[in-house]
């Protein structure tokens, strides 16, 4: 069974940086690309930052880019994204995803506060 | 950046039922779109991709269908636990967009 369990999130102050963590098992972590996606209180799904199976390639959101870093670390399984120059717009539930072209697995999510 | 249009943004229905929920792209992204349920306290899961490819284990009374700009996601024969919010997502090219969201709620 996949399972992906995010870690790492809380409340910290705008400018300060954080940086998630997300555990996969149940599947060959080094096959997959793996992404990144948040979704403020009330608000929709948006895409954050993609990285290709071996971690060669990296995508983000504008919004993002220069601020956030999407790695990997295959022999642990895990997924990183490291936030830095936060901003209250960051504030958001973080999902790490499988992605081939789609989001395939979910992790349940974990919360970034962004406030003073 | 493809913006994708989902209609309607809530939805009520009853257990046996069938509804349909839309999704519009600012461009063509051909067939490349995926739908998702969220549910609380649940991880989010993927129920069709490629715009009519049910993901494995996905019930047979989900359907979608479409191409080019306008897609549609149809629920017959309405459970219990289909009840939730929707997300279309189209997976054609970066930066990945999401529609807005459709609530399906019980009537």
């Known amino acids: 069974e996949v399972q992906l369990v995010e870690s790492g999130g809380g409340l910290v102050q705008p400018g300060r940086s954080m940086k998630l963590s997300c555990a996969a098992s149940g599947f060959t972590f080094s096959n997959y690309g793996m992404a990144w996606v948040r979704q403020a209180p009330t608000k929709g799904l948006e895409w954050v930052a993609t990285?290709?199976?071996?971690?060669?390639?990296?995508y983000y959101r504008d919004s993002v880019k220069g601020r956030f870093t999407i790695s990997r670390d295959n022999p642990k399984s895990t997924l990183y994204l490291q936030m830095n120059s936060l901003r209250s717009e960051d504030t958001a539930t973080y999902y790490c995803?499988?992605?081939?072209?789609?989001?395939?697995?979910w992790g349940q999510g974990v919360m970034v506060t962004v406030s003073s | 950046d493809v913006q994708m249009t989902q209609s309607p943004s809530n939805l009520a229905a009853s257990p046996g039922e069938s509804v349909s929920i839309n999704c519009k792209a600012s461009?063509?992204?051909?067939?490349?779109l995926a739908w998702f349920q969220q549910k609380p306290g649940k991880a989010n899961k993927l129920l069709i991709y490629?715009?009519?490819t049910l993901q494995s284990g996905t019930p047979s009374r989900f359907s979608g269908s479409g191409s080019g700009t306008d897609f549609t996601l149809t629920l017959r024969n309405l459970e219990p636990e289909d009840f939730g919010l929707y997300y279309c997502q189209q997976h054609s090219e970066y930066p990945w967009t999401f529609g807005g969201g459709t609530k399906l709620e019980l009537k």
């Open positions: 490629s715009g009519s």
């Open positions: 461009k063509s992204i051909s067939k490349y």
């Open positions: 995803t499988r992605q081939t072209w789609y989001f395939d697995y």
């Open positions: 990285i290709s199976y071996d971690g060669s390639n990296t």
